[in-house]
């Protein structure tokens, strides 16, 4: 058996699909007997029950007078260094570039060469911030001295090159789901208890960011509900929430659209519905696309970065040109009309998500990479 490891985890522990994958990660990582001990600001949300081998350490930013801006990132670096010490890290494993990735070279620096530094890039680190001349020299700093660099998508990858002019290694490690938790649930009562009768249910489920394009997914559902009745779900919290609410009711849609906020047992809420709708502007990967596939739920989206990668068009979903919401409904409508595609579909979804995406797959290619940077092959 392989030696197990001690490793370091630092990631957005209370918002975004990078803080869900690094914890899920942790977690299956502890179950197989490593010891991951987790270093950032708050407790990760999806962290759940107590583990044996899980542990925490909480970075604590001292706001002292002459500071105008907390140093977060010089405190987190610190911190990183002290667990990797006082823990014998072999490895610190950090999600996002910015500011972990920095974070995690300064603390490499300070420990020395036998710390190894694995970063996963999640999307925006690079398709936004990359872009940035004010952090951009800093990103491909922290990507090259990285011991390996790991991202969500072939997409992903393609863009970090490009953008940062870098020519480095980059592994392809897929966002992934617990088979064990994502399956598709009953939702009879639920819907009883909604009242929601033989409507069709489309979903949507994110941070509410200008680049998921909700007002696609309105419009969208619009046009969809204008031939079938249906009902659309919103779940999470962001921004542009109130301008969708406005649309909402500029189309007359107001009680047709459900409001759920922020929910924890997304297995249970996806599970209700018929479509998910992902029409982002940029996606590296699109993990609630994942999520909904794993409980047998096909997305209708946009063919915006790693989405294509997951989603594969007239199998698992159907994808169009982003801002196509014509298309977008037809797809819909076409997948609603017809049970026996719907039901092809949602099997094909299911199959996908565990074969292709599965938590043992890819916990080994993490393994993999951990024991490749520590010379152990
Ligand atoms: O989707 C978001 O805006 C949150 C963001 C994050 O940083 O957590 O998600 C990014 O990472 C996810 C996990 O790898 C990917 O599934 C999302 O596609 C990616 N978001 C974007 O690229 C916009």
Not at 36 to 54: M, Q
Not at 194 to 214: A, E, L, Q, T, Y
Request: glycine content about 6%.
């Amino acid at each position: 058996m392989d030696k197990m490891l001690k490793i370091g985890i630092t990631c957005y522990p209370s918002l975004g699909g990078s803080g869900v994958v690094a914890t899920e990660l942790g977690k299956l990582l502890a179950e197989k007997g490593h010891e991951v001990h987790f270093i950032s600001h708050s407790v990760p949300f999806r962290l759940g029950t107590f583990h044996k081998n899980i542990f925490y350490h909480e970075v604590e930013v001292n706001d002292y007078y002459v500071f105008k801006y907390p140093p977060y990132d010089l405190t987190l670096a610190n911190k990183m260094a002290q667990v990797a010490k006082m823990q014998q890290l072999d490895v610190l494993h950090v999600h996002y570039a910015v500011p972990h990735a920095v974070c995690a070279f300064l603390a490499k620096q300070m420990i020395g060469d036998h710390l190894k530094v694995v970063t996963t890039l999640h999307g925006t680190d690079i398709t936004v911030l990359a872009q940035d001349e004010s952090l951009k020299d800093l990103i491909r700093l922290a990507i090259n001295e990285s011991d390996a660099v790991t991202a969500v998508s072939k997409d992903l990858i393609r863009e970090t090159h490009e953008l940062l002019d870098i020519t480095r290694d980059i592994d392809l490690t897929y966002n992934f789901v617990d088979k064990r938790v994502y399956y598709p649930r009953e939702t009879a009562q639920l819907c009883e208890d909604f009242g929601f009768g033989d409507d069709r249910i489309i979903m949507h489920i994110s941070n509410f960011r200008p680049v998921k394009r909700v007002g696609d997914v309105v419009d969208t559902f619009a046009r969809i509900n204008a031939e079938i009745p249906s009902r659309l779900l919103f779940v999470g919290e962001g921004p542009d929430l109130p301008k969708i609410q406005w649309q909402i009711q500029e189309l007359g849609l107001t009680d047709r659209v459900h409001f759920l906020g922020k929910q924890d047992d997304i297995p249970q809420v996806i599970s209700l519905a018929d479509i998910l709708m992902l029409p982002s502007e940029k996606e590296s990967f699109g993990l609630v696309a994942l999520e909904a596939m794993a409980c047998g739920v096909p997305t209708i989206g946009s063919q915006a970065g790693g989405i294509p990668e997951l989603v594969i068009h007239g199998e698992t979903g159907y994808l169009a040109q982003i801002g196509d919401t014509e298309a977008m409904a037809g797809y819909a409508l076409q997948l609603l009309r017809d049970p026996v595609l719907m039901q092809r579909v949602r099997e094909q979804c299911i199959q996908r998500a565990q074969t292709e995406f599965s938590n043992e797959a890819m916990l080994n290619k993490y393994e993999q990479i951990y024991y490749r940077v520590l010379g152990r092959e």
